[in-house]
């Protein structure tokens, strides 16, 4: 397999489906995948926090890459996510997916510590050291307390011919135009990593999105970005409005448990966690539920007649 990677379109921060042990349902992990791709995306990212990477061991994390390039790999690229404590850790963990046939990888900064730029730049530099891949730096100064600024980015893009892309996620919009102001459009592909900023992001020029309710919903999000990046703009909006209330819940501390519960709300999925995580309190799953409900009975024409339903 070659390692050439398109750093565009709709992308799921996939979930990692767990057995009623919580060891991984690599069964209905390869269903997934499919799905996801039958419905238009573009890739998976696998093994992100959305994916609860933190809880895997690396030998999870290898399985679930080879699952995952086994289901999907020849029609779309494979993603892994790499984070970690430690730099040694995380230098491992691209090598596996390199070794598990990915073709991306998405590089944090290191879970815990958050140091100075000498300190960051090292880590994610020994990252994109450790392999060919083409990479995609993940910056999320809400989550991870470290954000990567444009300078810095281009920094980073000098030094590294494999550095293609960055997940943008410090739900600052005007972050698009500062990176395209200062970095040649070719030289870097910007992806929307916040759900409910995606028609703004495509708007400023984004060209992708890693996208979270997408692992409920693929065909309304491969619909809304299409439509938004097209600027089909009074189409994009009506589905977004729509949309929304589901969208934000891709932005809270448990975004993990909301979205695995819509999942198995859909029929595709388990709402099943690992700890410290615990599935949602009932009163929490009732309004989830609630939001579900009200959106499936207003679901938008330009959507209607789709499935969320395998």
């Not at 189409?235 to 909301?258: C, G, H, N, S």
């Amino acid at each position: 397999m070659t390692n050439t990677m398109t750093w565009a379109g709709v992308l799921p921060a996939i979930t990692t489906p767990f057995q009623p042990d919580l060891s991984v349902d690599h069964a209905f992990l390869a269903r997934h995948c499919a799905w996801l791709v039958d419905n238009g995306c573009t890739g998976i990212v696998a093994l992100g926090s959305l994916g609860e990477g933190q809880t895997l061991r690396l030998e999870e994390k290898r399985k679930v890459l080879k699952t995952c390039v086994d289901a999907v790999g020849s029609r779309v690229p494979i993603v892994a996510g790499v984070s970690a404590l430690s730099t040694a850790d995380a230098v491992e963990t691209a090598r596996t997916a390199d070794d598990a046939g990915c073709r991306g990888l998405m590089v944090l900064p290191p879970y815990v510590y958050v140091g100075d730029w000498r300190e960051m730049k090292a880590h994610v530099s020994a990252v994109l050291r450790a392999t060919k891949l083409s990479a995609m730096l993940y910056n999320n100064p809400i989550a991870y307390k470290v954000d990567f600024l444009p300078v810095q980015v281009s920094e980073l893009l000098d030094e590294h011919e494999n550095l293609h892309a960055i997940k943008e996620s410090s739900a600052d919009v005007r972050r698009v135009a500062a990176l395209r102001e200062i970095v040649p459009e070719d030289r870097l592909r910007i992806l929307c990593g916040v759900d409910d900023l995606i028609v703004e992001a495509a708007a400023m020029g984004a060209d992708g999105w890693i996208a979270g309710l997408v692992n409920a919903f693929p065909h309304e999000s491969v619909k809304l970005f299409d439509l938004a990046q097209r600027g089909r703009h009074v189409e994009a909006i009506a589905l977004y409005k729509w949309f929304l209330p589901l969208l934000r819940m891709d932005t809270v501390p448990k975004f993990v448990q909301l979205i695995k519960l819509l999942q198995e709300e859909i029929g595709m999925g388990s709402s099943r966690v690992r700890p410290p995580r615990l599935e949602l309190h009932p009163q929490e799953q009732a309004d989830v539920r609630r939001v579900l409900a009200k959106a499936l009975q207003a679901k938008p024409d330009v959507v209607i007649g789709a499935s969320s339903h395998a």
